[in-house]
């Protein structure tokens, strides 16, 4: 029998845009922060991680505790919706705030004004706009092959976003005066285009009635739970755990091809060069967002799929470590297309997956969590991103990086190699692992089995 749909196709594209939003800040912080920060304002690249990873230290507490209110609250316009709106309100305010430093500023006020303006960022405003914004797939239908459709629609305009940004952000701020005030400049135009694709987005989806959510969970309980019982739930599903984990280094992984653009300047040598391997990082992660959803009702299911898939991403990723050593930039762009064309399934499926996850909470405990469950996107997004830009920081200073300098020292160059050739290998091979773990599906269909009434 086939599922009932809710959704039109304006709903799945109204609903995908939102992630236009979501990556003009996403996008610009991770790929551009360190970059503005040692190269423009002059900061210590170690110091600067160090900071960020303080501000990594509020963002669990605060992605538990945004999902479970977006799980408590009740409005006419449902429970996600107004978090996503007004939480990014804060959101384009911060954004701007992080990248206009006043140079008047002691260095000390400087560090202090990052800080700030990038904790309320991540651990307030993002956290309670992305993760409103993830629950809504499991909020606007309880059909499986519309939420893989929402995530391909969604990811699309996201790796569209980060494509553009990517490529054009270093010339728009020489055209808008370079320097400080053409940052700033560039942050207050992506803030304002942010903040109106956003409201666009959510306006363009309704959210089920709750009895509608729950009619086939008739012995479900009212979702009453304190912020430590929201916790036990989540960490009581190992599901969600290898989400979480995943999503992290997944984050990190992809900030570390975000400070390609140090590559690219000092090893390289040849800055424009970043854009063309953005290209071919989102153009195939693109193609494979766009299949994705025929590929899973071919497959019938996510588990081998998404298996399958970062298996092609990893050999992908150690071929482009071979061919730079190799010395050939043209290999190293199509081995960076087939890694990330690999990856493309999982970007497309993963609140899929997330809403079985929050089933397999559901028959294991009787509980609906979703907002709380999706939790672990923001949690993955900026803690992964956060300790990934932290890192490079680390990894900068430790090997003696000077942004006064346009030749950099071998140490430096050796350390730029790590970051950016083998570092993201390691973590190609850990996810794939995970990916051989995390077959949910087949828990819940268990589960369900488990619980059906023999018949004689």
Known sequence: MEEKRYLKWYNKVGYGSGDVA???VYAFLSTFVMLYLTNTVGLNPGIVGTLIAVSK??????????GSMIDKTKTKMGKAKPWMLYGYIGCAVTLIGVFAIPESLGQTAQY???FIAYSLLNAVFYTANNIAYSALTALITKNSKERVEMGSYRF???????????SVTIKFVEIMGGGAAGWRIVAIIYAIIGLIINTVSALSVKELPEEVLNEDASSAVDEKYSLIEAAKLLFSNRFYIMICVTY???????AMLSMGIYYMMYVLKNEDLFPVFSWAINIPLIIALVITPSLVAKWKGLYK?????YTIGTIGRTLVVVA???GSVPLMIAFTAVAAFGMGPWQGDMNAVIANCSEYTYLTKHKRVDGTMYSCTSLGVKLGGGLGTAITGWLLEFSHFNS???VQPDSCLSMLHTMYLWLPVVICVIITFIMSQMNVEKANEELKNSKMPETK
């Open 112 to 114: 202090a004004w990052f």
């Open 248 to 254: 992290i280094l997944q984050q990190i992984y992809s």
């Open 324 to 326: 730079a050593y190799m």
């Open 156 to 166: 699309i305009f996201a790796f569209s976003t980060s494509l553009l940004i990517q």
């Open 404 to 406: 006064s300098l346009a």
């Open 22 to 24: 979501g990556n003009v």
């Open 305 to 309: 799929l998404n298996l399958v898939g």
């Open 57 to 66: 230290l509020f963002d669990g507490v605060t992605d538990i505790f945004f």
